[in-house]
């Protein structure tokens, strides 16, 4: 087969143009052309006055040889590349009868759940152990919590639970990762076996979405078990036995014990309880950077007609996003991060006493508002000393934002006009906030380190003059948001192993190498092709 990349069609162009296109560029008859299948399709929206598809397609015809030799200069017409999954190895015969020879996965989130498909795709029968419900238990807890009907649960909330943290997301499947072995297509691939539109594998910027984040979670746990897998919810690890350096097993909150001499440790970024043990055993840990800041909302209408112009509300473009970067005259650095097109702000604390928030969006990404974090990056200068300090140093902002919030987990809010000129809010404007259980209006500035808050004013005005209306008075600033990425590093060796303890497998964002769904399930997929290398070879 052939890629042929760059195809430009107009946004409202017909299904038989793209065909049409393929045919020109090529230079061949309709019956020369045997299929072709979209790989990518993107928009170009530079221009307002002139938004166009480009498209990636991969066609096969009757003259491949002969096109290849044509256009052998031309480097948008190349041989379709082999994006297929190979697996690393396989498990021998009658594997895992052995008590203790198993693997086990700590953690249910995108990269536990990779790592545990994938050894299970394998023959490895991983055990996998998730501290909180499983997905649909843990949804309804966390939206009882949210619309006030239930207590907040620490064990069962935004962050715990099956699917980890991203279950309560706009569902992004995009990341920066360079990944030239297309572990990311193996991600996508995988979410579509399980009921993901299967446009998440060509278009730009593919999103899932909470309500279907579930079901997709659900199967990929059927098919796990259905292979020799087995996930045990509500199995919160207490302790890891290490011994000479090496892991024998590991210790539940019930008091049961069970060896395994491989263990993925996929916790995510907000466990802190087993960060503090694994510090408390030895393992290697060190302080990494992560940022802080609030959740900014927009009408979703402002940020598609600034984006798209005239364009703004067309079907294949849908709720527009945007991407956001200014450096301070402090030396600080504010971005967007995690924007949310037509979504709600979301309380994502997992600590008793604490308020933190979130972006979250349904497929149809069709609410009222556009949300994006707005955060200052943050350094281990800025919380010396011990190598959890981050985490401490997060608490002491979600403690206060409770406070700020009335001590009833209602957030902090403040109206951006009033932000900017350093007054408290007393009133809402055009904006209603999205965040549940509720906000309380106040002054920000007393929630954040005086850098962020220098940083923040000085960056949104700067915004503005990217996006008219960025920084209208209306807007809405709801505070805190902490857990943009693990405020801890789990390092790790070549092989995926901790630096210092043998077998111990550290994955995905709670150990410092991911950042998103789909970098998660890629790191996922790395350390389970480690785990399972050293399993055969050992």
Same mark, same amino acid.
Request: with cysteine.
């Given at each position: 087969m052939l890629r042929i990349t760059e195809i430009k069609l107009p946004l409202d162009h017909q299904e038989d143009d793209l065909k049409a296109a393929i045919l020109k560029k090529l230079q061949i008859k309709p019956e020369e052309l045997i299929s072709y299948a979209i790989f990518k399709r993107s928009y170009d929206a530079r221009k307002k006055t002139d938004i166009y598809l480009v498209y990636i397609v991969d066609v096969e015809t009757t003259l491949e040889p002969q096109l290849c030799d044509r256009f052998q200069k031309d480097p948008h017409v190349l041989p379709t590349p082999d994006t297929s999954y190979k697996y690393v190895a396989k498990a021998p015969q009658g594997f895992g009868n052995v008590t203790g020879t198993r693997p086990i996965v700590i953690g249910m989130g995108p990269a536990g759940m990779f790592?545990?498909?994938?050894?299970?795709?394998?023959?490895?029968?991983?055990?996998?152990?998730?501290?909180?419900?499983?997905?649909?238990?843990?949804?309804?807890?966390?939206?009882?919590?949210?619309?006030?009907?239930?207590?907040?649960?620490?064990?069962?909330?935004?962050?715990?639970?099956?699917?980890?943290? !991203?279950?309560?997301?706009?569902?992004?499947? /995009?990341?920066?990762?360079?990944? *030239?072995?297309? /572990?990311? @297509?193996?991600?996508?691939?995988?979410?579509?076996?399980?009921?993901?539109?299967?446009?998440?594998?060509?278009?730009?910027? *593919?999103?899932?979405?909470t309500f279907k984040l579930v079901g997709i979670v659900q199967s990929i746990r059927a098919t796990i078990e259905s292979l020799g897998g087995e996930i045990r919810f509500q199995s919160r690890v207490e302790d890891i036995q290490i011994q000479e350096g090496k892991v024998k097993g590991v210790t539940l909150a019930s008091g049961e014990y069970l060896e395994s001499?491989?263990?993925?440790?996929?916790?995510?970024?907000?466990?802190?309880?087993?960060f503090q043990m694994l510090y408390d055993r030895g393992v290697y840990i060190e302080a990494k950077p992560f940022s802080i800041g609030f959740r900014i909302e927009h009408p979703q209408a402002l940020i598609d007609q600034a984006r798209f112009g005239n364009y703004a509300g067309h079907r294949i473009l849908g709720a527009?996003? /945007?991407?956001?970067?200014?450096?301070? $005259?402090?030396?600080?650095?504010?971005?967007?991060?995690?924007?949310? *097109?037509?979504?709600?702000?979301?309380?994502?604390?997992?600590?008793?006493g604490r308020v933190v928030t979130n972006g979250m969006s349904q497929y149809s990404r069709n609410e009222r508002n556009a949300n994006s974090g707005i955060v200052v990056g943050i350094t281990p200068a800025d919380y010396p000393g011990h190598p959890l300090a981050g985490?401490?140093?997060?608490?002491?902002?979600?403690?206060?934002?409770?406070?700020?919030?009335?001590?009833?987990?209602?957030?902090?809010?403040?109206?951006?006009?009033?932000?900017?000129?350093?007054?408290?809010?007393?009133?809402?404007?055009?904006?209603?906030?999205?965040?549940?259980?509720?906000?309380?209006?106040?002054?920000?500035?007393?929630?954040?380190?005086?850098?962020?808050i220098a940083?923040?004013?000085?960056?949104?005005?700067?915004?503005?003059?990217?996006?008219?209306?960025?920084?209208?008075?209306?807007?809405?600033?709801?505070?805190?948001?902490?857990?943009?990425?693990?405020?801890?590093?789990?390092? @790790?060796?070549?092989? /995926? $192993?901790?630096?210092?303890?043998?077998?111990?497998?550290?994955?995905?964002?709670?150990?410092?190498?991911?950042? !998103?769904?789909?970098?998660?399930?890629?790191?996922?997929?790395?350390?389970?092709?480690?785990?399972?290398?050293?399993?055969?070879?050992?």
């Amino acid at each position: 087969m052939l890629r042929i990349t760059e195809i430009k069609l107009p946004l409202d162009h017909q299904e038989d143009d793209l065909k049409a296109a393929i045919l020109k560029k090529l230079q061949i008859k309709p019956e020369e052309l045997i299929s072709y299948a979209i790989f990518k399709r993107s928009y170009d929206a530079r221009k307002k006055t002139d938004i166009y598809l480009v498209y990636i397609v991969d066609v096969e015809t009757t003259l491949e040889p002969q096109l290849c030799d044509r256009f052998q200069k031309d480097p948008h017409v190349l041989p379709t590349p082999d994006t297929s999954y190979k697996y690393v190895a396989k498990a021998p015969q009658g594997f895992g009868n052995v008590t203790g020879t198993r693997p086990i996965v700590i953690g249910m989130g995108p990269a536990g759940m990779f790592a545990g498909l994938m050894l299970a795709q394998m023959g490895f029968r991983p055990i996998i152990l998730e501290r909180g419900k499983a997905v649909r238990d843990r949804t309804a807890d966390t939206f009882n919590f949210w619309k006030k009907r239930a207590d907040f649960n620490p064990e069962s909330n935004a962050q715990f639970g099956e699917g980890g943290a !991203g279950t309560f997301s706009d569902g992004k499947l /995009y990341s920066q990762v360079k990944d *030239p072995q297309h /572990y990311g @297509r193996k991600v996508l691939t995988e979410f579509v076996k399980a009921g993901a539109s299967p446009e998440i594998l060509y278009i730009n910027k *593919p999103h899932i979405g909470t309500f279907k984040l579930v079901g997709i979670v659900q199967s990929i746990r059927a098919t796990i078990e259905s292979l020799g897998g087995e996930i045990r919810f509500q199995s919160r690890v207490e302790d890891i036995q290490i011994q000479e350096g090496k892991v024998k097993g590991v210790t539940l909150a019930s008091g049961e014990y069970l060896e395994s001499s491989h263990i993925v440790l996929a916790v995510g970024h907000s466990a802190r309880d087993t960060f503090q043990m694994l510090y408390d055993r030895g393992v290697y840990i060190e302080a990494k950077p992560f940022s802080i800041g609030f959740r900014i909302e927009h009408p979703q209408a402002l940020i598609d007609q600034a984006r798209f112009g005239n364009y703004a509300g067309h079907r294949i473009l849908g709720a527009a996003d /945007y991407k956001l970067v200014h450096h301070c $005259q402090n030396g600080r650095s504010v971005y967007s991060f995690c924007m949310c *097109p037509g979504g709600l702000v979301v309380a994502a604390t997992s600590e008793v006493g604490r308020v933190v928030t979130n972006g979250m969006s349904q497929y149809s990404r069709n609410e009222r508002n556009a949300n994006s974090g707005i955060v200052v990056g943050i350094t281990p200068a800025d919380y010396p000393g011990h190598p959890l300090a981050g985490i401490d140093f997060q608490r002491r902002l979600e403690s206060r934002a409770f406070e700020l919030g009335g001590g009833t987990y209602a957030a902090p809010g403040q109206l951006v006009g009033d932000f900017l000129a350093n007054r408290p809010s007393n009133h809402l404007g055009m904006v209603t906030p999205s965040y549940a259980p509720d906000v309380h209006l106040c002054d920000l500035s007393e929630s954040l380190p005086d850098f962020a808050i220098a940083a923040i004013r000085e960056a949104l005005p700067a915004f503005n003059r990217q996006i008219k209306g960025f920084a209208m008075d209306d807007a809405m600033l709801t505070g805190v948001e902490t857990r943009t990425s693990s405020p801890i590093r789990i390092k @790790r060796n070549d092989k /995926y $192993q901790s630096l210092n303890v043998e077998g111990l497998f550290p994955a995905g964002e709670g150990a410092g190498y991911a950042g !998103g769904i789909l970098s998660a399930g890629i790191d996922g997929i790395k350390v389970a092709e480690a785990v399972a290398l050293s399993m055969v070879s050992s």
